[in-house]
């Protein structure tokens, strides 16, 4: 029985370098070179995604089958949720249990204080959240841009810099999501939020079709809403 924290055998790491650069070399065309640039991003990419769905399956299997874990788990997330002077607007803001399911008190201080100014410029989070669904589905639309990560909190802070600045127009200029307009490997989870199916509550089906969902907003004065500018 291999030892919990022993490491498995891996691909050496250079070698797996050494052999891309490799073939480059072999590559004779920009638009080769470019294919082989998607296909290697496409791969690595799939890597992350099962690595993070696994590390959240096993995370969610430790708190169920070992209730101290568990506890210490829950407990420091309410501590930290409220200790510090960022988060502790957020709350006030967009409520305890949003900063808890988002685990932003495992994040930095220079995010904190970007969900701090973006909760104070849209202090509703069924408001803010349809901002943050066209921020994170532009960037799935856009190669060049960093995709949505496989997580439980996939919001950069590209996202709450686009959801401050669409909310100095009005009226508000992004319209709330449903299920169709999500990408097949998308739904939303219980707070409204676009994530990987994985962590969804409600999913787009590969026709995009499907019944949910994000929360609604306030009427915008009736006015047209289109697509957001990228």
């Given at each position: 029985?291999?030892?919990?924290?022993?490491?498995?055998?891996?691909?050496?790491?250079?070698?797996?370098?050494?052999?891309?650069?490799?073939?480059?070399?072999?590559?004779?065309?920009?638009?080769?070179?470019y294919?082989?640039?998607?296909?290697?991003?496409?791969?690595?990419?799939?890597?992350?995604?099962r690595?993070?769905?696994?590390?959240?399956?096993?995370?969610?299997?430790?708190?169920?089958?070992?209730?101290?874990?568990?506890?210490?788990?829950?407990?420091?997330?309410?501590?930290s949720?409220?200790?510090?002077?960022?988060?502790?607007?957020?709350?006030?803001?967009?409520?305890?249990?949003?900063?808890?399911?988002?685990?932003?008190?495992?994040?930095?201080?220079?995010?904190?204080?970007?969900?701090?100014?973006?909760?104070?410029?849209?202090?509703?989070?069924?408001?803010?959240?349809?901002?943050?669904?066209?921020?994170?589905?532009?960037?799935?639309r856009?190669?060049?841009?960093?995709p949505?990560?496989?997580?439980v909190?996939?919001?950069?802070?590209?996202?709450?810099?686009?959801?401050?600045?669409w909310?100095?127009?009005?009226?508000?200029?992004?319209?709330?999501?449903?299920?169709?307009?999500?990408?097949?490997?998308?739904?939303?989870?219980?707070?409204?939020?676009?994530?990987?199916k994985?962590?969804?509550?409600?999913?787009?089906g590969?026709?995009?079709?499907?019944t949910?969902?994000?929360?609604?907003?306030?009427?915008?004065?009736?006015?047209?809403i289109?697509?957001p500018?990228?």
């Amino acid at each position: 029985m291999r030892l919990v924290g022993a490491e498995p055998p891996r691909p050496n790491d250079e070698a797996i370098v050494l052999a891309l650069r490799e073939e480059f070399r072999l590559c004779e065309t920009d638009t080769q070179r470019y294919d082989l640039c998607v296909q290697k991003r496409d791969e690595l990419l799939d890597q992350q995604t099962r690595l993070q769905t696994l590390a959240a399956a096993c995370e969610r299997v430790m708190s169920s089958e070992c209730p101290e874990y568990g506890r210490r788990k829950k407990a420091k997330s309410q501590d930290s949720a409220t200790d510090g002077s960022a988060l502790k607007e957020v709350v006030r803001c967009w409520g305890r249990d949003v900063v808890q399911h988002y685990q932003w008190s495992s994040k930095g201080e220079k995010y904190c204080n970007q969900l701090r100014a973006t909760a104070r410029r849209v202090p509703v989070w069924e408001e803010a959240v349809v901002g943050l669904n066209w921020s994170m589905l532009q960037r799935s639309r856009d190669i060049r841009r960093r995709p949505v990560k496989a997580l439980v909190n996939p919001i950069e802070q590209a996202d709450l810099d686009s959801l401050r600045s669409w909310s100095r127009e009005d009226p508000f200029p992004c319209k709330r999501l449903a299920a169709k307009d999500l990408p097949d490997t998308f739904g939303f989870d219980k707070y409204g939020l676009m994530v990987y199916k994985e962590f969804a509550v409600g999913l787009a089906g590969p026709d995009g079709t499907g019944t949910t969902e994000a929360p609604a907003v306030p009427e915008t004065n009736g006015a047209d809403i289109t697509e957001p500018p990228e």
